[in-house]
C-alpha cells in the first residue's frame, strides 16, 4: 500500500504570544519589527544549519528538526509574504523573490496570491502562483511532489488557513518563550486551540530559547 503523502508544517517559529512576524514586514525587514535573528538562534546553533560556515554546532532534539527539514519533501506551499513584500498587482515581475539565485526549497513551491503571475525557476526550485483554494492548491503540491510530503511553510496566516480547512497532518512549531511580539501575523493565541484535532508533545529545547510544539492528527 502506498504511503499517505503528508501536509507537514516544520520549524516554523512563534513568538510567546503567538506571532510568526510583526508588522510593517519590507524589502529591509521580512520579519517586520520582529527579530528573526533570535528566534531561529537555536536551529542558526545546530551542526545541520545550512547556512553554518564553521564546524560544531549542536546535536540533540534541535539538530534533529534542523536536519529533518527537507527530510521527504516533495513540493512546498507558501503565502504571498513569504514571497516577498509586496501586495496587490504585480509591478516588477523581475524580482524574483528573497530567496536569491539558489532558493533553499529545491522543490516545487506553490505561493498563494490572489494576483497571479507566470511561474518561474531558479537554480533547481520553481515557482507557481496561484489562487486556487487550499484544497486546489495541496492537490496540485501533491501531485508535483511525486509522492513525497509536501511542506507548509508559511506565514502565520497562510498555516492558519489550512488548519481551519482541516488539510494539515503534522506540525512542529518553536515557541520562543522570551520573545513577545505583540501585533502581526498571528498563528494562535494559545497552542490548546488545536487539540480538539491534534494531539501535542511539548518539549523544551536542549539549549533552552524554544518550546518545541509537535502536533500529530488525532
Known sequence: MARQQLLRVQNFNVSRDGFGAGEDQSLERPFGHADPGTMFAWAGATASWPNRTDPGGSRGLDDYLTRDFNNNIGAE?????????????????????????????????FVMTHHARPSFTLSDTTFHFTDADPAAVLARAKEAAQGKDVRLGGGAATIREFLDADLVDTLHVAVSPGIEIGSGSRLWKSPDELLDRFHLDVVPSPGGSVIHHLFWRK
Open 77 to 109: 506551499i507558501m503565502g504571498r509574504n513569504k514571497f516577498g513584500p509586496q501586495r496587490g498587482p504585480w509591478q516588477d515581475h523581475e524580482w524574483q523573490g528573497w530567496w536569491g539565485d539558489e532558493p533553499p526549497f529545491h522543490t516545487p513551491v
